[in-house]
Structure formats: C-alpha cells, structure tokens
C-alpha cells in the first residue's frame, strides 16, 4: 500500500527534473578551436654547416702550362693547368635552421645566408624559406 504513493511521488519528480532540462534549451556547445597553423613553429637551433669539395677538371681538354709560386715561401709548382691546382678545395658554408612545428613536429630548413634568425623567433615554413610571425 505505501510502494505506489511512493512510485508516483518518485515518477513525479523525474518528470519535474526533465521538464526543467528541456525548458533550459539546449546546452552551450564551445566554439570549436582556432584552426592551427600547419606551417607555423618556433626556431630552435641556428648552426653553420662547411661543406669541402675538391674543384673538378676536366683533363681531356687541352691545357696551357702554369707556374705557381705560393706567397710566403713554399715550393714552386711548373705543369699544365689540368693538373697543377687539382688538389684545389672549394669550401661552402650553409645554415641548418632547426624549427619546433606547433603541432610538435620538427623540421630542418637550410639557408644559403644565416640571415638574423636566431632562437625563439616565431616563423613560418613556406617552400623550404622561412618567413616571420607577428602573432
């Protein structure tokens, strides 16, 4: 005899509950978040790279004769162009550019001129250059 006043009171009262969930509306859904740039990120490191590379000649071209005499004393050298300089060493400095995607990738950018890039600048990585942030 008490179990159905006390069902009714209980079904009462959930409906009061959904009632009152369908009179607020429905719930705040969050902007969705800013859509992140892909090619934006942060330098990390900023490092020169020499590279050595012997001259080549090609010695099946005819060739005139050449004397070196090396500044500061040293041994004379006499023989054909060809030959003589061959052990002549070409050296190129490029920049590695170390950068920290914001979306936590690394990636490696090489210069041909350092530039004023240093560690902390907020850069952007198009077609393997980089380009300054404002943000």
Do not use: N
Not at 22 to 48: H, L, N, T
Not at 111 to 133: A, F, P, S
């Amino acid at each position: 005899m008490f179990e159905r006043p006390l069902m009714r009171r209980a079904f009462a009262a959930s409906l009061l509950c959904t009632a009152s969930a369908w009179a607020q509306g429905p719930a705040e859904v969050p902007a969705p978040p800013q859509a992140k740039c892909a090619d934006c990120g942060v330098i990390r490191s900023v490092r020169s790279m020499s590279k050595e590379s012997h001259v080549a000649v090609d010695s099946a071209k005819p060739s005139g004769l050449v004397a070196t005499v090396p500044l500061g004393g040293g041994k004379p050298q006499i023989g054909s162009s060809t030959k003589v300089g061959r052990d002549a060493v070409e050296s190129v400095t490029t920049w590695e550019v170390i950068v920290r995607m914001d979306d936590g990738r690394f990636t490696i950018v090489t210069l041909d001129d350092r530039g004023d890039w240093r560690e902390g600048d907020k850069v952007r990585v198009e077609r393997g250059k980089l380009e300054r942030r404002t943000d």
